[in-house]
């Protein structure tokens, strides 16, 4: 999903306090900083420790936002 589209928190306890008490299938979801809207989101871990294309990718995408 898009950053843009996604849900923005101030800090990291009130994504975690979210995901805790209003998210029907919390698993796997966690909080993480988002330096391009200076917010907190919440989602679901990427690694792209083996796939540096595909970071590039998504890096070019939210540039586009």
Known sequence: MKCRKKVRFNNK??????IRYRVDNPKGLEA???NLHSCWHMGHPKNYDNNPVARVNILLDELKD
Not at 13 to 18: A, N
């Open 13 to 18: 306890e009130e994504v975690e306090d979210y």
């Open 32 to 34: 993480y900083k988002c």
